[in-house]
């Protein structure tokens, strides 16, 4: 459904200028185009939210009048994607408006408007993946059995909502310089993935306007009651063609062996870091594996071994393997939700990799004094 708002007052526009440059003040109240519709989005649920319009508030007071929400916004993943397709399909894909919102739905998605389909991430999914990729990977180097643990509570407190979204000031630990650049490289493959299983449904003429779904933006699992956030309506494919996507983001490119190896290792992360997510909202709410429409990560997971042609450098049998990784650490959440599910999950604020004044944490910052 389309957003509208009210009658223009003062008050509604002095919440968006806390948030919004000049410009973008009078895109949010005289929508023209998707893309400013898709602001809208952006800069509603900020205001509606306001742990979130904390942080952008002062992100804005802290830019000494060189501020755009929108810029703030990366795009990097989706046209990454775009870059490796042939011409034919990336002109088709010029039809589709794109860019990362705020929301805890654990994929991309593509959306109705009166403007046409628009793909959207969640912005919360990069933080996601950095801290447990941290939890996933070997990055041959000697990391605390602690750390890897705690970066896994940050990574799931993240996809709840209830870790306060500050890494630009308060990055929770100290990562060694090596981990952190092979860690972006991973990230930055993986959200390029996500973009491309959206792209890779609208390219497989996967939308159905007959199948449509409405859901809200934000959802907190531990209420009880409604959620009375802002919904927005979305296009809803059946479980095979989930797989095909996933297929279609690595197989349409035009990637050669390096860069496609990187691509399909960084997926079956995704979907490692997915599976042990949706344990933990399996363990605590009931629900079975799979958020919504999708199916279970770690059926996606074994699909894309299945169904991709791989690399050379790609063993099959090493990541089957790999599952069994997956069995320890969901062990932990079990532990971890039934003996501090309220002291470690359910508060808003800020977790850590370790104690403070040690390697993997560094000073203890204090909020408002030293940042903020």
């Known amino acids: 459904m389309d957003i509208k708002f009210p009658e223009d007052i003062p008050s509604q526009r002095m919440a968006f200028r806390h948030i919004c440059n000049d410009e973008e003040l009078e895109r949010v109240f005289n929508i023209k185009s998707p893309e400013d519709y898709l602001f809208l989005i952006r800069a509603e649920t900020i205001v509606d ?183 927005i309506t979305f296009y809803n494919q059946s479980q095979t063609e989930e797989f095909i996507a996933d297929a279609t983001s690595i197989e349409l490119p035009n990637y050669n062996p390096h860069d496609k190896t990187m691509v399909i290792t960084s997926a079956l992360y995704w979907f490692a870091a997915l599976d042990l997510y949706e344990h933990f909202i399996e363990k605590v709410t009931g629900r079975k594996s799979g958020l919504g429409e999708h199916p279970s990560a770690i059926k996606r997971y074994e699909s894309l071994l299945n169904n991709v042609s791989l690399t050379k450098d790609i063993n099959k049998q090493e990541w089957l393997d790999y599952q069994k990784n997956l069995d320890v650490i969901k062990e932990f959440i079990n532990n971890d939700v039934d003996k501090q599910l309220e002291q470690t999950y359910r508060f808003y604020g800020s977790c850590y990799l370790a104690e403070p004044n040690t390697k993997w944490r560094g000073k203890h910052l204090i909020d408002r004094k030293d940042y903020y």
């Open 49 to 231: 939210h306001m742990r979130l319009f904390r942080v952008y508030r002062n992100k804005k007071l802290y830019s000494k009048g060189n501020w755009s929400l929108e810029d703030s916004f990366d795009t990097y993943h989706f046209e990454q994607f775009l870059d490796a397709l042939n011409d034919t399909h990336r002109k088709e894909c010029e039809e589709i408006t794109y860019g990362n919102i705020f929301s805890n739905k654990a994929s991309g998605t593509i959306f109705t408007s009166n403007y046409g389909p628009i793909i959207t991430i969640s912005e919360s999914l990069e933080y996601f993946l950095k801290f447990a990729n941290l939890t996933l990977i070997d990055f041959d180097t000697d990391i605390p059995v602690s750390v890897r643990f705690n970066s896994l509570r940050i990574a799931i407190r993240i996809m709840l909502q209830q870790e306060a979204m500050d890494f630009h000031m308060d990055p929770r630990g100290i990562i060694p310089k090596k981990i952190q650049n092979w860690n972006n490289i991973v990230v930055s493959n993986q959200m390029k993935f996500i973009a491309g299983h959206e792209f890779s449904h609208y390219l497989c003429d996967h939308i159905d306007k007959k199948n449509i779904c409405e859901e809200n933006i934000y959802k907190d699992i531990f209420s009880d009651g409604e959620n009375h956030n802002k919904t």
